[in-house]
């Protein structure tokens, strides 16, 4: 049971952070129409890019870090609790359709397991030691990147899987929504994105939700545009896994070649429906063994085996 004394203490630490700030200006808002309501909650939505704009060197400096990471092999591992580790959990499960990347090339973990996606996990978010068990179970390396996520950038979790990480040799990221955060101090690379005070006092699934699900979008977007998992602005290592995704995939190598759809057909069939390598067979000229080739010895970099092929 919390102590008295432990739980004043606790109470006087939110009240210094910008995320858990009452708005007395807001106090009246359930008495409003909800027209009004929803006016204002999307006028504060709206500041959320201009506070990850203030923030894009940093952003950039780890997507840099991260990228040289995994091009040697690395991972890279979310951690969070609650709304933070959900949101580090879809991120990562989007990564395989939308990058062909395997499933455990880029890794959600979130305080409490699987069933904490649903069910919020009673004090899991307080333990250091369960985010170190969680990540000693991932076989943590040296080339690995593991991002703590946390609103308040206190979360125990979060910060114990950072400094579990980054006592191994790991890169570590601390992304969170408040200024001087414990998260960011104990990380290589840390990112404070601060929206200020949410509409409903303390609810950071909010601004700071959105805020953290904006960074997420660029660590991972990025990081596989560095390792050459797109042509230009084409996803040209999607993975067509059901109807919608193959026909994308069609479309995809019409956009990148220009080419007529039974070209486009032949070249899919010869390359087992491999985008990337599909494209290559048409600008370079090359036949499905050969596209293979050269993909593999420019690292997947699909610029870099058109310049080496043959035409």
């Known amino acids: 049971m919390t102590s008295m004394p432990h739980y004043r203490s606790l109470q006087a630490e939110l009240e210094t952070l910008t995320t858990e700030a009452f708005r007395p200006e807001l106090a ?7 027209l009004e309501i929803a006016r204002l909650m999307n006028g504060e939505d709206a500041t959320v890019p201009a506070a990850v704009a203030a923030r894009l060197p940093q952003i950039a400096a780890a997507i840099d870090a991260i990228a040289d990471r995994m091009a040697r092999g690395g991972r890279l591992v979310y951690a969070g609790a609650g709304t933070a580790g959900r949101l580090g959990v879809l991120d990562a499960s989007e ?7 395997d499933p455990s090339e880029v890794v ?9 996606m649903v069910t919020s ?3 899991a978010e307080d333990s250091k030691e369960l985010a170190a068990g969680d990540l000693a179970g991932l076989g943590l390396r040296a080339d690995d990147t593991v991002v703590g996520v946390s609103a308040s950038g206190r979360t ?3 910060i114990g899987a950072v400094e579990y990480a980054r006592a191994r040799g790991a890169l570590t990221v601390g992304l969170s929504c408040n200024s001087d955060s414990a998260l960011a101090a104990a990380a290589d690379h840390g990112i404070e994105i601060v929206a200020g005070p ?4 303390g609810s950071t699934r909010l601004k700071a939700g959105t805020a953290q699900k904006l ?7 990025i990081t596989m545009i560095r390792l ?3 042509y230009g602005n084409l996803m040209v290592d999607v993975r067509a896994s059901n109807e919608k995704l193959r026909a994308r995939s069609r479309r995809i190598v019409a956009l990148a070649t220009g080419a007529a759809d039974e070209e486009i057909e032949r070249a899919l069939a010869a390359t087992d429906g491999e985008v990337k390598n599909a494209i290559l067979t048409i600008l370079g000229g090359v036949d499905g063994p050969t596209a293979a080739r050269l993909l593999e010895e420019s690292d997947g970099h699909l610029r870099a085996a058109l310049a080496a092929a043959p035409r």
């Open 28 to 34: 009246e808002i359930d008495r409003l129409p909800t």
């Open 95 to 101: 990564c395989p359709p939308t990058f062909n990347t």
């Open 108 to 116: 959600g973990l979130i305080a409490g397991g699987p069933s904490a």
């Open 121 to 123: 996990i009673e004090g």
């Open 156 to 158: 125990p979790y979060a």
């Open 198 to 201: 949410e509409l409903l006092t």
């Open 215 to 221: 960074v997420l979008n660029m660590l991972s977007t």
């Open 228 to 230: 050459g998992k797109t």
